[in-house]
Nanobody, 127 residues
Framework: QVQLVESGGGSVQAGGSLRLSCAHS??????????MAWFRQAPGKEREGVAS???????SYADSVTARFTISKDSAKKILYLQMDKLAPEDTAMYYC???????????????????WGQGTQVNVSS
C-alpha cells in the first residue's frame, strides 16, 4: 500500500517562503515508471495541480507558480519536496502530495488523475 505523508505547511507573510515535504513509500511499478505531484485546494475552489515530477525526470508546473515554486525529490530518503518562494495570499490552500505508476502526469495540461494521496498540509499566506 502506498503511503504519502505531507509536512511543512504553516503561516507566512506575503513574499515569504515555505518548503513542503512528502515522505512516501512509492517505488517503481512493474513498468518501472511512476509520477508524483503536488496539488492544492483553496476553500470554495476546485483542486488544481501545482507541480509534477516523473521518474523519467520530466517536470511540469502550473502557470500560476512557474518561477516561484520548485519541485524536487530525494530518492534515497523517499521524500518529495515543494519549495515555495515569493508566496502570495492566493497561494493559501491545503496542499496535497499524490502519486501513481504513470509515465508522466503533467499539471499544465489539465489535472492528472492519480490514485494515491496524502492527507494534506495547510499553507496560509497573509498580506
Amino acid at each position: 500500500q502506498v503511503q504519502l505523508v505531507e509536512s511543512g505547511g504553516g503561516s507566512v507573510q506575503a513574499g515569504g517562503s515555505l518548503r513542503l515535504s512528502c515522505a512516501h513509500s512509492v517505488g517503481p511499478g512493474r513498468n518501472a515508471n511512476y509520477c508524483m505531484a503536488w496539488f492544492r485546494q483553496a476553500p470554495g475552489k476546485e483542486r488544481e495541480g501545482v507541480a509534477s515530477l516523473a521518474s523519467n525526470g520530466r517536470i511540469s508546473y502550473a502557470d500560476s507558480v512557474t518561477a516561484r515554486f520548485t519541485i524536487s525529490k530525494d530518492s534515497a530518503k523517499k521524500i518529495l519536496y515543494l519549495q515555495m518562494d515569493k508566496l502570495a495570499p492566493e497561494d493559501t490552500a491545503m496542499y496535497y502530495c499524490a502519486a501513481d505508476w504513470l509515465w508522466d502526469c503533467p499539471v499544465n495540461a489539465g489535472n492528472p488523475t492519480l490514485r494515491f494521496w496524502g492527507q494534506g498540509t495547510q499553507v496560509n499566506v497573509s498580506s
